[in-house]
T-cell receptor, first 113, second 111 residues
Framework: GEDVEQSLFLSVREGDSSVINCTYT??????LYWYKQEPGAGLQLLTY?????DMKQDQRLTVLLNKKDKHLSLRIADTQTGDSAIYFC?????????????FGAGTRLAVHP | ETGVTQSPTHLIKTRGQQVTLRCSSQ?????VSWYQQALGQGPQFIFQ???????GRGNFPPRFSGLQFPNYSSELNVNALELDDSALYLC??????????FGEGSRLTVL
């Protein structure tokens, strides 16, 4: 089946690390993505990881992938108030010659002083 | 700025009406997909167009239809609007199945 699950809400203090978790069900995913959405805006691609990798680091962002458990996480180091947004995990599935993204429901990150 | 532009940004319709949403893809991108994002949910795949042909479709009824033009711009049409069609409609373009670039979306309210 095609399903992506995320916790709905995370609250952190400014300067701490945030960890957003995601689980997915389809083992044929090619890429896994993290998107950020601010109020009233579209989706901003933050980072992605290929399914044969287990870690990717990009400045303050670290993505960990446990393919055996179908678990993906996004760590944001030194979280700032500007990081407050909804974060979506998505898996890319190749089906019938086309790629589609399956999104989770999003995790709302609230950063407080 | 992703280079993907959508219009209109906001619109209000009543039940039973029809709506057309438009998307200009990033230059050189020959594949466009559309997603529906209901309030409080993640985006859901509607369909994808490649070189003017629909080549993939999600779990949406036939009253959701689309077009892609020779310049790779695209339209999403929804007939017989229902209240549950109220959502943010996102267009995304890509070239060769690479990274998807999303527009800012068209927010549709059905009364």
């Amino acid at each position: 089946g095609e399903d992506v699950e995320q916790s709905l809400f995370l609250s952190v203090r400014e300067g701490d690390s945030s960890v957003i978790n995601c689980t997915y069900t389809d083992s044929s995913s090619t890429y896994l993505y993290w998107y950020k959405q601010e109020p009233g805006a579209g989706l901003q691609l933050l980072t992605y990881i290929f399914s044969n990798m287990d870690m990717k680091q990009d400045q303050r962002l670290t993505v960990l992938l446990n393919k055996k458990d179908k678990h993906l996480s996004l760590r944001i180091a030194d979280t700032q108030t500007g990081d407050s947004a909804i974060y979506f995990c998505a898996e890319s599935l190749l089906s019938g010659g086309y790629n589609k993204l399956i999104f989770g429901a999003g995790t709302r990150l609230a950063v407080h002083p | 700025e992703t280079g993907v532009t959508q219009s209109p940004t906001h619109l209000i319709k009543t039940r039973g009406q029809q709506v057309t949403l438009r998307c200009s893809s990033q230059s050189g991108h020959n594949t466009v997909s559309w997603y529906q994002q209901a309030l409080g949910q993640g985006p859901q795949f509607i369909f994808q167009y490649y070189r003017e042909e629909e080549n993939g479709r999600g779990n949406f009824p036939p009253r959701f239809s689309g077009l892609q033009f020779p310049n790779y711009s695209s339209e999403l049409n929804v007939n017989a609007l229902e209240l549950d069609d109220s959502a943010l409609y996102l267009c995304a373009s890509t070239e060769g199945g690479g990274e998807l670039f999303f527009g800012e979306g068209s927010r549709l309210t059905v009364l």
